[in-house]
């Protein structure tokens, strides 16, 4: 076997060209909290792991046009540290904070999260209801799309070969907005979930729902923007009507497996219970805002 | 290609060792430093036998590469008695009988001392929370939750 070989460059521009002239494997390291894992029961023995905490800010969170950009190589426990990005957008903090235990949050990343591409990925359905972008960089430049067009199906994405995700943009919340994801796992902590669901909205001044986004996780190959689901609430002050449509809306979009976490018919009903859920602690937050 | 030479600090102490690019700092620790107090449990992220301090930050050493370390500061549970004099939190672990065999011990403490540092008060639920990446396959928690709990108040007086 030819030698695993370990790169840590110090730009954009030349993790890039190591990753798109690799002619064998080639995988990105961040927080490796998926990839060494992987390595470890040889599903991924790559030729080539290109290091990306060296790169200017891969670390960094900043302001930008109002929102937040999140550097690829945050980590969890990083996000949480930061005030003003857990207040802007509470829900894509607890969802990311879900994910693993205290130690695995010293490393994991939203970004790996997403390029991970599992089906479950709790911090996805929050970034997807935050309307977040991926920028990504690559052989021919540089590129912005909407988190929910990185994983296609489980464990595969849309970059091509020699690109990556850069960073991720939260942008900027309109006055009265809030979010909040939730998950169904059938114990208190480091699990994996059974069903997640992110929602993400605006309200106006008498209280009714002026926009809302809501994705959830694990219900299907990819995490899924259900915008029936949207719809339902959009124009309601969440009424027990406007929330029963919400769920059904939920519960209608699902296309899950049966597996060792839950059924189908279980996850297809729970999807309803926590948009339902989700949606009431999403409205809390933004009328504190 | 030859193995990666790595210049490190653990504990305080510069060290260096020899690695290949898929060694984890676990076995680098372990098997190249020769510093065995760090335990494997799963070698997957998921038991927390294997915690370390990476520059201040509580990881699983098993998810982290041996050529990551490369300048930063690594601390293992060989730096937490001050010689002979143990450190508040194994002096508690002993005396609430806190383990039995001992592999997810060192782990437990490393893992307790870096909630202790960040929050000097923390509530029961803090601390089962906190330490919920760290099993314990024979004591059971009570016994290392009480003990963490005594250390925080004995520390904060």
């Not at chain 2, 504990?11 to 190249?32: V, Y």
Request: with cysteine; hydrophobic share 45%; net charge neutral.
């Amino acid at each position: 076997m030819d030698e695993m070989r370990y790169e840590t460059p110090t730009s954009v521009n030349a993790a890039v060209k190591l990753l798109a002239g690799e002619k064998g494997l080639a995988k990105v390291l961040a927080g490796g909290t998926d990839l060494l894992v992987q390595m470890r029961g040889e599903t991924v023995v790559p030729n080539l792991i290109v290091d990306i905490k060296k790169i200017a800010d891969m670390k960094a969170i900043k302001k930008e046009k109002g929102g937040f950009r999140v550097g690829a190589a945050v980590s969890g426990a990083e996000l949480g540290e930061h005030p003003e990005l857990s207040k802007m957008w509470p829900g894509v903090v607890e969802a990311t904070e879900l994910i693993g235990s205290t130690q695995v949050q010293g490393r994991a990343t939203m970004t790996g999260n997403l390029c991970n591409a599992s089906p479950g990925a709790d911090s996805v359905p929050a970034l997807i209801a935050a309307g977040a972008l991926a920028a990504i960089a690559g052989p021919n430049g540089k590129r912005e799309v909407p988190v929910e067009q990185i994983p296609v199906s489980p464990g595969k994405t849309s970059l091509a070969k020699g690109e990556f995700v850069t960073s991720l943009f939260l942008p900027k919340r309109p006055k009265k907005s809030g979010d909040a994801y939730l998950r169904f796992i059938p114990r208190t902590e480091m699990d994996i979930a059974v069903v997640g669901c992110g929602i993400s909205l605006t309200l106006d001044k008498a209280g009714t729902v002026l926009a809302a986004r809501v994705a959830l996780g694990a219900v299907a190959p990819t995490a899924l923007l259900v915008d029936a689901a949207a719809n339902a609430i959009i124009g309601t002050k969440l009424e027990d009507a406007a929330l029963d449509a919400l769920a059904a809306a939920c519960s209608a979009a699902c296309r899950p497996i049966d597996d060792k976490r839950g059924t189908k018919e279980f996850r297809i009903q729970i999807a309803g219970v926590l948009a339902r859920r989700v949606a009431l602690i999403a409205r809390a937050r933004a009328l504190k805002k | 290609m030859s193995r990666h030479h790595i210049s490190t600090t653990i504990n305080g102490d510069s060290a260096e060792f020899l690695c290949d690019t898929d060694e984890s700092l676990l076995d680098c620790i372990r098997n190249e430093l020769h510093m065995t107090g760090t335990k494997e449990g799963c070698g997957t992220g998921d038991c927390g036998a294997c915690s370390v301090l990476l520059d201040g930050r509580l990881v699983c050493s098993c998810l982290v590469l041996g050529v990551e370390a490369a300048g930063k500061k690594i601390d293992t549970i060989e730096g937490m008695a001050q010689g002979d004099k143990l450190h508040p939190l194994q002096r508690n672990f002993l005396e609430h009988a806190a383990l039995q065999c001992g592999i997810c011990t060192p782990g437990f403490l490393i893992a307790a001392r870096a909630l202790l540092e960040k929050n000097p008060n923390p509530t029961e639920t803090e601390v089962r929370f906190w330490l919920a990446g760290n099993l314990c396959r024979c004591t059971g928690y009570d016994k290392i939750v009480r003990a963490v709990m005594a250390t925080a108040a004995e520390l904060r007086g």
